[in-house]
């Protein structure tokens, strides 16, 4: 049978859904433990059925990998006008997203950084994810440019993007990354833009 709700209510339905799960798979990780949470427990205390939590995230630990700003800010680069260049339209479809988090946001956003480095297998996995950001990255650089998907030059701009992002974390850990993260990205980024030109003047 078809819902007869509004499309709008009816998501706004299905984002609080999720927002309930993840939050209380969250606080669950942080008591107990991320390996001894389970699923069950997880549904239980968010009052879905376990068939309802995985309509929303296909696994335990897609509820702490899935980055909620990764697919908007995708969007964001493909809406930037097309005269804008690459670098510049990556930069601004970030601060379109980003600089539009409210404090409770980020804060939570801190929670699932410093969950993922707290356990391996998360932490492993995430690093596989960069691969998955970078081909999605490059796919949205191409678009622009008006070249295939898997063009060369597109992916690997977009891998220097992610790698600069990298870079300019704290020990490795984005979690230590302070409020000033954004700017030493756009700092990165301008070298990126910059053709990586060297010196201490760059730092």
Known sequence: ??????????????????AAIRAHAMRLFEDQGYAATT???IAEAADVSQSTFFRYFPTKEEVVLTDDYDPPMIAALRAQPPEVGPIEAIRRSIRAIYDQLTPDE????????????SVPELRARNAEQYTQIVGLLGAA????AGLPADDFSSRVLAGAVIGAALAVVPHGLISASGPDYLDRFERALSLVEGGFPLG???A
């Open 141 to 144: 650089v191409a678009e622009r």
């Open 200 to 202: 201490p003047g760059q």
């Open 39 to 41: 699923v069950d427990q």
């Open 106 to 117: 980020w804060h939570q956003e801190h929670r699932r950084q410093l969950l993922i480095e």
């Open 1 to 18: 049978m078809t819902s007869s709700l509004p499309t709008g209510l009816r998501e706004r339905k299905k984002a609080k859904t999720r």
